[in-house]
């Protein structure tokens, strides 16, 4: 409650380092604080007199704060996430109900915040059980929303037998995620559909552009009486398609037979888009393939989101590589022609139009003049999230090809825990890629992913056959028969595959944990064979939040981690080495960690597994523990090493 309460101070203090170093910040995290600085209580536009307006659950809110989650995966500064969480809770009631929300006008735009409930759920926060029911009160309306004969979600019930571009982001996103973390996997079709039945009614064969609406009736005026559609291209709508393909396939599983027919569309979608990009700005215009037409104009929220879903796409490989070059254009072109700075060092999005609608009163009939004829808007958010998304992109783009080709594996065979999951059943926990709550993997994953390489599980025993294709390897602390009744511990032929696996290239992490959490015999025997071994001993017992207790001290000039100073580490088991192994982390005569170079491989071991959630997402221990940093440095060093691996891949999960 204490970091609430200092919410306002922090952001006035926000405001005096921007100004100061606010051209040494990232784009993401200027444009944030930005607009923290202009809203730090709640998220509403000011009306014409300059006082705020009311605040109510709406999509552009949710669309924003997807771009400060992004950012907060990008810093690890708790001041983000406090503010989705502050933002939810100003309407979030204990019993999940939602204050100015709905659910009875079936409005697809009031689905869009349901993806703030879902990342505040995954957390391990008290009383987050709000959260889930506020999800699933979405989830209710989606299982109700009116639907064309085909199956199409209305757009909203006022809008009967109308499906818009704008609806597939403000509903498929959530719904994958929604299903991926509780539903059926059957639903995932209906997801899929969506895009298809959009595709096939509302796309151009020339331009290959897609149109704003599509009326299954042919009963609104702006209907073509032959194709239902709307007469014109307009960037804002088709950049909400593209950005809901390029986040639904986070959530679609990789196994999916369907999952290919998304990214088929999305390989015949951005290509016909980049055709339409402004050649001298590479920005796109407001009516997309009208360029320099009288009244047209270049417009911001439908380049910003062109841009992330392009450069997003190329990095999770659905699109290739030589889209990246328009994209990189398009966000050279966003900087020069639509963000200024005020006297204050608070930077700005100019020129994003306020609306686009088809129908309604006054009647908006989806022509070229109607789309020139609304007005736009400094910091429209409906541009700024997409502004900061794509900013993140490409931040990731300036450094994620360090690790493109190569593939990082967690052991989930000798740490095999489960607890039970969010439906119910048995699911694997504890320093898995998958689990955001304090005891995952999933943050350290984030960052591998993010500096360009692949995450996989190994879930059986080590071998020839599950390190094929392996480039980093983690074992992280091995149960005990209180954590697992039937432990698989560490055996001669394991020793011997891991061992084979590293002089031939691989880069072996191994974390362990104090005596009492981990089973150190059998673990030290694959230590040994590289020189390492756990000592009985425990140190950094910290007591509550004592957290001076965990403190270790990183001298600069470390290898390791070149620019880290301070981390936190609790209750870990120093170490001792012997050649080939050396302490490359020492702290009051312990060895900390240690790495040992073996034929073509290399070796890191530390007492702990101290890169878990808890202690990297920035939200529990204080910012003087650069446990973020180290992470990212660690993942780097980690992804330079080794040699050649032998080829092939791992199961992909992520």
């Not at 796409?313 to 200024?340: D, N």
């Amino acid at each position: 409650m204490m970091k609430f309460s200092l919410f306002s101070c922090l952001v006035v203090v926000s405001q005096a380092v921007l100004a100061q170093s606010g051209t040494t910040l990232p784009w993401s995290e200027r444009m944030v604080t930005s607009i923290m600085a202009s809203n730090p209580d709640s998220i509403s536009y000011k009306r014409q007199d300059g006082t705020k307006g009311t605040a109510h659950w709406e999509y552009e809110t949710g669309v924003l704060l997807e771009g400060v989650k992004q950012v907060w995966y990008r810093t690890a500064d708790d001041r983000y996430v406090n503010y989705i969480q502050k933002n939810m809770d100003r309407y979030v009631k204990a019993d999940g109900d939602i204050r100015t929300y709905k659910l009875d006008d079936y409005n697809l735009d009031f689905i869009t915040p349901g993806r703030s409930l879902l990342l505040l759920y995954q957390q391990s926060l008290p009383g987050k059980e709000k959260y889930r029911k506020a999800a699933d009160l979405l989830r209710k309306q989606l299982a109700e929303q009116p639907r064309t004969k085909e199956g199409g979600y209305w757009h909203k019930k006022r809008y009967p037998y109308q499906m818009w571009l704008d609806g597939l982001y403000m509903a498929e996103p959530f719904y994958a995620e929604y299903t991926a973390l509780f539903g059926d996997a059957k639903h995932f079709d209906d997801v899929i559909n969506e895009f298809v039945w959009m595709e096939k009614h509302a796309r151009d064969p020339k331009t290959g552009l897609i149109y704003h609406g599509w009326d299954e009736s042919r009963e609104q005026k702006w209907a073509n009486k032959e194709t239902g559609n709307s007469p014109n291209f307009w960037s804002r709508a088709m950049g909400w398609y593209a950005m809901a393909l390029v986040d639904v396939l986070d959530y679609v599983p990789q196994n999916h037979p369907r999952r290919g027919e998304l990214i088929a569309i999305l390989n015949r979608f951005m290509p016909s888009v980049v055709k339409f990009q402004d050649p001298k700005s590479g920005c796109w215009w407001q009516v997309t393939d009208r360029m320099g037409d009288k009244g047209n104009y270049l417009e911001a929220s439908g380049s910003c989101m062109f841009v992330y879903a392009l450069a997003k796409g190329v990095r999770m490989g659905y699109l290739p590589a030589s889209l990246m070059a328009p994209a990189r254009k398009g966000y050279e072109g966003i900087l020069k022609q639509f963000i200024t700075t005020d006297d204050k060092g608070l930077i700005h999005l100019e020129k994003t139009v306020v609306v686009g609608g088809l129908g309604g009163s006054p009647y908006r009939d989806g022509s070229y003049e109607y789309y020139l004829s609304e007005p736009i808007r400094q910091d429209d958010l409906k541009g700024v999230g997409p502004f900061i998304m794509a900013s993140v992109e490409m931040e990731i783009a300036a450094e994620n090809a360090l690790g493109k080709g190569k593939t990082v594996a967690v052991d989930n065979y000798f740490n095999h825990e489960f607890r039970k999951g969010y439906t119910g059943e048995q699911e694997p926990f504890h320093y898995t890629w998958e689990d955001q709550q304090h005891s995952g993997f999933f943050w350290w994953g984030s960052i591998f992913r993010k500096l360009g390489a692949k995450t996989t599980t190994v879930t059986g025993a080590p071998t020839a056959a599950s390190l094929k294709g392996v480039d980093v390897y983690i074992i992280v602390d091995p149960d005990t028969p209180k954590e697992t009744s039937k432990p698989n511990y560490v055996s001669e032929s394991d020793i011997n595959a891991i061992a084979t696996w590293v002089e031939a290239g691989g880069t072996l992490v191994l974390m362990a944990n104090d005596t009492s959490n981990c089973e150190h015999k059998h673990f030290n025997q694959l230590a040994a064979r590289f020189g390492m071994q756990l000592l009985p001993k425990n140190r950094n017992m910290v007591q509550g939040d004592k957290f001076e207790q965990g403190k270790i001290s990183i001298p600069a000039g470390n290898t390791v981690f070149p620019t880290t100073r301070t981390v936190y580490i609790k209750e870990l088991s120093p170490l001792s080495v012997k050649a080939p192994a050396k302490a490359v982390v020492t702290d009051g005569g312990d060895v900390i960690m240690s790495v040992a170079k073996v034929g073509k491989g290399t070796v890191f071991a530390v007492g702990d597994p101290w890169l878990y959630n808890e202690y990297v997402d920035g939200r529990k221990i204080p910012a003087q523990y650069e446990n973020f940093k180290a992470a990212k440095e660690l993942a780097s060093w980690l992804l330079k090493q080794g040699g050649t691996v032998a080829p092939g891949s791992a199961t992909s999960k992520r």
